[in-house]
């Protein structure tokens, strides 16, 4: 539940209430008394005696929503009408689609876009594969995939509910990034399954996006496909959130005047995301990494760890801590959590080092409350867009895709994961930069430009983007 009102919880509520009276003032009262917040009322349909108003108002979540309507209708002379959840609404139909570049006005319009003439475009690509990029929309699409299994914080919820998050991720990849990107949610979760649908349709995009599926599985399918594809190959949940954790790491260090290569990081969380940080904070400079899962610390003593876990026992923890995520933290510069809410207190953060930093991003409860946090440590971050230094993948992944369209790139490294965490660290200034602001907004006008840039630049991409003006066959 949300701790204050927010807009993913509004509703609008089509009411008539008497003309002349006190009723809209008691209405605001009503709504505000009972833990709302109104944030537009407008007056639909005037009589002389009854107005019809639509007050739009955010609760806390669907039970309070509930509680509102209630207060409402028990305001002398309101008689309410129809309910209406905005975010339902807004999801109405689906929220993309798809238009042509072109009008279809005539008849030589229909022969160029269609039959005859496209026949000369296809006998082109058939004599030149590498011409799908510069003649078909493979140039500027990815397809972005998932089977359901991990969705946001939902869980193993099937395809068809995962559809809603991969229509607001193509959303956000048109808004952000300008690409064309296509939800797939595959009625399998059978690894070999996956790894066949991809490649099959693989030859009509420039670049996959994998998506909420679960780990150990996502290991596996990533690698194989990278391994069996010309075009890069991107599982978010990975290594979006990577960027965006380093990005941040950079800066809140930069505020406390710590070195990267000197800190000491403990991590809560060895799945997907946390394996994938790992990885990059290594790549970064980070000396040493104590991570704890479910069954306390990894380490090579631990019995029954394979896969992941084993790589993880291998190359972190040099110093053989043992025992819980509670014991581990103590003295620790940073905490990043990836995990799940309420494995630390604020007493636990108290016993970190002097000016530590907290990423506390499980959502939408985090591993330790951040106004308990903010009693001790310098920086807290959380996953959350209603406290300060939200770090969201938002930030990374248009950028990321951009620049890899763009350079027209065959894979995706190390490298340019290291390029896209440095450029969106630099957004924020030094005269930006401080304890509560770490990260750009997503809405930052520099942020997806700069990395795609960084991006591009990595995979020996144009320095200048070139302009077709021609196209000769």
Request: aromatic letters at 4%; proline letters at 5%; a negative charge.
């Amino acid at each position: 539940m949300s701790a204050v009102p927010s807009v993913s919880y509004s509703i609008t509520v089509r009411l008539e209430v008497p003309a002349g009276g006190a009723a809209v003032s008691q209405l605001t009262t009503a709504v505000e008394q009972a833990g709302g917040a109104i944030t537009a009322l407008d007056v639909t349909a005037s009589g002389h005696e009854r107005l019809q108003i639509d007050v739009t108002c955010a609760a806390r979540d669907t039970e309070h929503a509930e509680q509102l309507v209630e207060a409402m209708r028990k305001v002398p002379g309101v008689v309410i009408g129809k309910v209406s959840d905005r975010t339902f609404l807004m999801h109405l139909g689906g929220k993309i689609e798809m238009n042509s570049k072109h009008p279809i006005r005539n008849r030589d319009d229909l022969s160029m876009i269609y039959t005859p003439g496209v026949a000369r475009v296809c006998l082109a690509i058939a004599k030149n594969k590498e011409d799908a990029r510069r003649l078909t929309i493979k140039r500027n699409s990815i397809a972005v995939i998932t089977d359901g299994s991990a969705v946001l914080g939902l869980g193993n919820i099937g395809p068809e509910a995962a559809m809603p998050v991969m229509e607001g991720k193509a959303a956000l990849f048109k808004r952000f990034g300008d690409i064309d990107a296509w939800p797939l949610c595959l009625d399998t979760q059978d690894v070999e399954e996956i790894i066949a649908v991809v490649k099959a349709v693989a030859p009509g995009f420039a670049g996959i996006n994998l998506e909420d599926i679960s780990a150990p599985r996502c290991f596996e399918i990533e690698a194989r496909l990278r391994g069996l594809l010309d075009i890069p190959v991107f599982h978010d949940d990975q290594h979006g959130t990577a960027i965006v954790v380093l990005a941040a790491l950079y800066n809140a260090l930069r505020v406390v005047d710590k070195s990267i290569s000197e800190v000491n990081i403990v991590m809560s969380g060895a799945g997907a995301a946390g394996t994938a940080i790992i990885k990059l904070l290594l790549a970064a400079g980070v000396n040493d990494i104590v991570v704890a899962d479910i069954a306390g610390v990894v380490h090579q003593g631990r019995p029954g760890i394979s896969g992941e876990l084993a790589w993880l026992a291998e190359h972190t923890n040099k110093l053989g801590v043992t025992g819980t995520l509670k014991d581990a933290v103590v003295g620790a510069d940073v905490f990043i959590g990836v995990s799940a809410p309420g494995v630390l207190t604020g007493d636990d953060i108290a016993k970190m080092a002097d000016k530590a930093i907290v990423f506390a991003l499980a959502n939408p409860e985090p591993e330790v409350d951040p106004a308990e946090a903010s009693k001790y440590a310098e920086v807290v971050a959380t996953g959350r867009s209603d406290f300060p230094n939200q770090i969201n993948n938002v930030l990374a992944f248009p950028g990321v895709f951009r620049g890899l369209l763009d350079a027209r790139s065959a894979e995706i490294t190390t490298p340019m994961l290291l390029a896209a965490a440095r450029a969106l660290a630099s957004v924020v200034s030094d005269d930006e930069l401080n304890a509560a602001y770490i990260m750009p907004s997503v809405f930052h006008a520099d942020v997806h430009h700069t990395v795609a840039t960084a991006v591009r630049r990595a995979a020996g991409g144009p320095v200048e983007l070139p302009v077709d003006t021609e196209v000769h066959l």
